[in-house]
C-alpha cells in the first residue's frame, strides 16, 4: 500500500519560496505519472502540477511560471519548487500518483502558509 509522506511547508511571505518534497515505499515514481494537489480551507482538493513517466510536466494555469514539479529518481522523491507564493497559494499540499491501479491512501501533507 502506497502512503506518501510530504514535508517542506511553512510560513512565508508573500513573494518568498518554499521547495516541497514527497516520498514514499512501495511505487517507483520515475515510472509513474506523480501529482501535487492542494487543498485550502473550505475548498476541494485541486491538482496543481504533474509529471508524467517521461518527463514532461503540467502545470495548473494558477501556478503556472511560478511552481515547478520536479523528481529524483535516484532517491524516489518528488519535489514542488514553489516561487512567488501568494496567500491564495495557503493550502495543504499532497502528493499522489495518478492513473496508479494499486492500493494507495493520502498522506497527512504539508501545510503551506503565505502570509506577511
Known amino acids: 500500500q502506497v502512503q506518501p509522506v510530504e514535508s517542506g511547508g511553512g510560513l512565508v511571505q508573500p513573494g518568498g519560496s518554499l521547495r516541497l518534497s514527497c516520498t514514499a515505499s512501495g511505487i517507483v515514481f520515475g515510472g509513474n505519472t506523480m501529482g501535487w494537489y492542494r487543498q485550502a480551507p473550505g475548498k476541494q482538493r485541486e491538482l496543481v502540477a504533474q509529471i508524467f513517466a517521461s518527463g514532461a510536466t503540467f502545470h495548473a494555469t494558477s501556478v503556472k511560471g511560478r511552481f515547478t514539479i520536479s523528481r529524483d529518481n535516484a532517491k524516489n522523491t518528488l519535489y514542488l519548487q514553489m516561487n512567488s507564493l501568494k496567500p491564495e497559494d495557503t493550502a495543504v499540499y499532497y502528493c499522489?500518483?495518478?492513473?496508479?491501479?494499486?492500493?494507495?491512501?493520502w498522506g497527512q501533507g504539508t501545510a503551506v502558509t503565505v502570509s506577511s
Open positions: 499522489k500518483p495518478i492513473g496508479y491501479s494499486g492500493s494507495f491512501n
